[in-house]
Every structure is written in structure tokens, then in C-alpha cells.
């Protein structure tokens, strides 16, 4: 009974999921003027097109279900979280890449993400490549802010327009994967123990926030960590054939505990904002979402846990948890984007309101 139950949830909210795409992206209206993304390949929509970086989806069969069916810098099949949560949001175009932002609407915002990055400016930098760290993002975030304010004629102007946008931070896998996970690369783990790791990386990503607050950002959506010991690279290499590697889930964990707490602090001290909470580990990936492949890659992997170039992907894309080694299909996007939009559908998912009600306040 409780299987059909959520069965039928899960039908009637990518209804509504269909019936917003319909109303909202094409709509008169955004519920917010401008949306700012931070963070990494989760996010990333072609600002690693160009860098010297092995962290670069711009072959096929990457974006195959997305729009013409080209590959455009995302690290998946189709549409990222945060492209879906814009729609929501009721944005006729996909906020475009910093790369990309001649030409462009700045003043509906931009997309600074870049795969590989992490809050630590030399996660992903020794094993994968060039990737934008989450320093640099704020610093390209400033020159937008910079354009925008010569658009209004004056910082103050500008910074009134930016206190309706919303900003969307979703960063720190990497700085596990990427890092903290490369004992021989990196010295994190010989200096922090878990518990300390985690401070650190809160505490720096706090800084960051402040920095944002203070060019004129007022509504903050902060994403924890997934189970990043549950994608299929980390079980491929975990020596434990068909397992998760418990020890990167519970590591990451602990991250995601003091992020929520950070909302609460930030909640307390800047009464002029409010930040919510996006938690990633909420609810349980099961078939009766429609899920028949949970911890397998949708596309022939490589060792990097990449899809292979030019190789051929499932068919059944919508059934299938994961796109490559570390990346969900735009099917587990739309769960996740839905989720964060409205509370209706896994109330345990946002804290302490969800973003359909962040972007009314």
C-alpha cells in the first residue's frame, strides 16, 4: 500500500513538474528577477568548455535529451537541478555560463559553476585539471555585479535590484572526492580529521557567503553533500565490489550537519536575508520512483568516471539513478529540482522553507 502510495505521489508531482514547465518557463513572469549559481559539476553549464581540464562533458553522449541533443558543458544527460529549478522558477532561458556572458542578460543572472571545483582553491587542480574554484567564482561574480551597477548608475542602485535575486551555492563534493580522497595528492587528510575538515570547509564557505552578502545578495539556497560514497565510481573503487563506501557518506555527513547549522547562524545574525537548506540526503532513492538501476552508470564509463567518448548510452535513461560515475540523470534532476522547489513532496528535503517560498518572501 505504501508502495503504490508514493508511486502515486511521484506520478502526480511530475504532473505538476510537466504543468509548470508549461506555465511558468514560457510565462510574462519570473518569481524571481535574477538567479545566481555557485558551485561545481553538479552545476556547471559550460564553464569548463574551455579550460585545460580532464573535468570537460562536451562530447557526446553528453547532453543527448538536452534541447537539439548536443553536448553543451553539463554533466549529464539532459538538464541539471538548477535548469529545472530556474524553469521553476519561471525563466524563459537557462541562465547562461560566466563563460558565455557576452551577449547575454546579466541582469537575470549568471551561472558561475565549474566541474571539479571545490570551496578550496587546489581541489581537482593536481588530478583532474583547470577548474574555477569557488574564490574565483565570487571574483567573477564582482565584475557582474560591477556591469550590472553601470546598468543602474550606481552600486546602491544595483545592489537593490540584487537583493530580490536568489542566490544558489551547491559545492564541497569535491573537496571529498577531489581532494580530501587523494591521500597522495593532497595533505587534508594527514592534517584533519574528519570532524576538523568538515569546520574548515564550512568556515571558508561562510566567508564566502558574507562576500556575497555584502555586494547586495539576500536570498541564499545552500546544498549539502549527497551520499558521494554511493556513486558508482566510489563503489567501483572501494574495494568492496557492489558496496558503498560508508566511511565518504558518513565523512560527508558531517559537512552537511554544520551547513545547516551555518543557515541557522546566517538566519540569526542577518535579519535583513534568509538562507535555506537543501538536504541531499533526505528521502530514499528506491524503485518506486521509477528507479530500476540505482549504483550503475548509465553510459559506458572510464577510469575517471567519466562517460567514454562517443560511447553509446542506455536507452532506458529515465530508469537509471546515475549518468556516468558520479553525476545523476536529468530523471533523478527532476526529482531533486521538484523537491527543492516545493516542500510538498519531501517535506525533509528544505529547511527551514522551501525555495518556491524563499523566492515569495
Known amino acids: 500500500m505504501a508502495f503504490k502510495a508514493k508511486s502515486w505521489l511521484i506520478l502526480h508531482l511530475l504532473l505538476l513538474l510537466a504543468y509548470f514547465m508549461q506555465h511558468c518557463v514560457y510565462g510574462e513572469f519570473t518569481q524571481v528577477p535574477c538567479l545566481f549559481i555557485f558551485g561545481d559539476s553538479l552545476s556547471d553549464s559550460g564553464n569548463n568548455n574551455n579550460l585545460q581540464t580532464h573535468a570537460k562533458p562536451n562530447y557526446k553522449p553528453y547532453g543527448i535529451d538536452f534541447l537539439k541533443g548536443r553536448p553543451t558543458g553539463r554533466f549529464?544527460?539532459?538538464?541539471?537541478?538548477?535548469?529545472?529549478?530556474?524553469?521553476?522558477?519561471?525563466?524563459?532561458?537557462?541562465?547562461?555560463?560566466?563563460?558565455?556572458?557576452?551577449?547575454?542578460?546579466?541582469?537575470?543572472?549568471?551561472?558561475?559553476?565549474?566541474?571539479?571545483?571545490?570551496?578550496?582553491?587546489?581541489?581537482?587542480?593536481?588530478?583532474?585539471?583547470?577548474?574555477?574554484?569557488?574564490?574565483?567564482?565570487?571574483?567573477?561574480?564582482?565584475?557582474?555585479?560591477?556591469?550590472?551597477?553601470?546598468?543602474?548608475?550606481?552600486?546602491?542602485?544595483?545592489?537593490?535590484?540584487?537583493?530580490?535575486?536568489?542566490?544558489?551555492?551547491?559545492?564541497?563534493?569535491?573537496?571529498?572526492?577531489?581532494?580530501?580522497?587523494?591521500?597522495?595528492?593532497?595533505?587534508?587528510?594527514?592534517?584533519?580529521?574528519?570532524?576538523?575538515?568538515?569546520?574548515?570547509?564550512?568556515?571558508?564557505?561562510?566567508?564566502?557567503?558574507?562576500?556575497?552578502?555584502?555586494?547586495?545578495?539576500?536570498?541564499?539556497?545552500?546544498?549539502?553533500?549527497?551520499?558521494?560514497?554511493?556513486?558508482?565510481?566510489a563503489i567501483a573503487t572501494s574495494g568492496k565490489p557492489g558496496l558503498c563506501a560508508e566511511k565518504q557518506n558518513i565523512d560527508t555527513l558531517i559537512f552537511s550537519h554544520q551547513l545547516r547549522s551555518l543557515v541557522d547562524k546566517f538566519n540569526i545574525q542577518h535579519l535583513d536575508s534568509k538562507f535555506i537548506f537543501i538536504n541531499s540526503t533526505a528521502g530514499t532513492l528506491d524503485r518506486s520512483l521509477g528507479f530500476k538501476v540505482l549504483n550503475a552508470p548509465c553510459c559506458p564509463m572510464g577510469l575517471d568516471g567519466m562517460c567514454i567518448r562517443d560511447s553509446k548510452p542506455c536507452s532506458n535513461r529515465n530508469q537509471y539513478i546515475?549518468?556516468?560515475?558520479?553525476?545523476?540523470?536529468?530523471?533523478?534532476?527532476?526529482?531533486?529540482?521538484?523537491?527543492?522547489?516545493?516542500?510538498?513532496?519531501?517535506?525533509?528535503?528544505?529547511y527551514p522553507m522551501d525555495i518556491k517560498h524563499l523566492a515569495q518572501i
Open 76 to 233: 549529464t544527460n539532459g538538464r541539471t537541478s538548477i535548469d529545472i529549478i530556474g524553469q521553476l522558477l519561471g525563466f524563459k532561458k537557462f541562465i547562461p555560463p560566466f563563460a558565455n556572458t557576452i551577449g547575454s542578460d546579466i541582469l537575470k543572472g549568471v551561472n558561475y559553476a565549474s566541474g571539479a571545483a571545490g570551496i578550496r582553491n587546489e581541489t581537482g587542480k593536481r588530478n583532474v585539471g583547470d577548474n574555477i574554484a569557488l574564490g574565483l567564482q565570487i571574483k567573477n561574480h564582482k565584475k557582474i555585479v560591477s556591469r550590472i551597477a553601470a546598468k543602474f548608475g550606481g552600486l546602491p542602485q544595483a545592489k537593490h535590484y540584487l537583493n530580490k535575486c536568489l542566490y544558489y551555492v551547491n559545492i564541497g563534493s569535491n573537496d571529498y572526492i577531489n581532494n580530501y580522497y587523494q591521500p597522495l595528492l593532497y595533505s587534508t587528510s594527514h592534517i584533519y580529521n574528519p570532524d576538523q575538515y568538515a569546520k574548515v570547509l564550512v568556515n571558508q564557505l561562510s566567508n564566502y557567503i558574507e562576500t556575497l552578502h555584502e555586494v547586495g545578495a539576500r536570498k541564499f539556497v545552500l546544498v549539502g553533500l549527497g551520499q558521494v560514497g554511493c556513486t558508482p565510481h
Open 322 to 350: 546515475f549518468y556516468d560515475g558520479f553525476h545523476p540523470t536529468s530523471a533523478l534532476n527532476n526529482i531533486t529540482a521538484l523537491s527543492s522547489y516545493n516542500s510538498v513532496f519531501n517535506p525533509k528535503m528544505t
